[in-house]
């Protein structure tokens, strides 16, 4: 079955009324001049990673039922202490990015098609959405 036929296909039955948070955070940040290999997202703000930040907030939403971040592979790791020492319980996945901002999105809304009516999509380097904009969403 093609990607397309996959996204088009309704299987109402097996899927929960629920909204999931796809968090981009696969870019290289090349545009911010980071080097060797440096991810923006890691940036401290304050005591606390840029990151840390955003999924904060996806986290307190009593609209969001579970996290889903699309990452570079090497990430995995950082990003997996980071969700732990941060208490991110609603991150089930770590997926990895594609070439491009949209593979990396199509990545994770394929993760989550299957248990997700609603796929709220934002930026892992913008820290300060608020809860009226994740609920509005």
């Known amino acids: 079955m093609s990607i397309k036929d996959k996204l088009l296909k309704k299987d109402t039955a097996s899927k929960k009324k629920r909204c999931a948070a796809l968090i981009l955070a696969a870019g290289s940040s090349t545009r911010m001049g980071l080097k060797d290999g440096k991810s923006k997202q890691f940036l401290m703000i304050g005591q606390r990673p840029m990151l840390a930040i955003t999924l904060a907030a996806f986290e307190q939403s009593p609209d969001i039922s579970e996290i889903v971040i699309v990452a570079r592979s090497e990430d995995f790791p950082v990003i997996s ?11 089930t996945n770590i ?10 999105s199509l990545h994770g809304v394929l993760e989550l098609m299957d248990r997700c009516e609603y796929v709220a999509v934002h930026d892992g380097a913008r820290p300060f959405v608020t809860q009226r904009i994740i609920h509005e969403t």
Do not use: H, M
Request: no cysteine; glycine share 10%.
């Open 95 to 104: 997926v990895a990015g594609g070439a491009t901002r949209s593979d990396s």
């Open 81 to 91: 202490q980071l969700a732990k020492e941060y208490s991110i319980s609603k991150l």
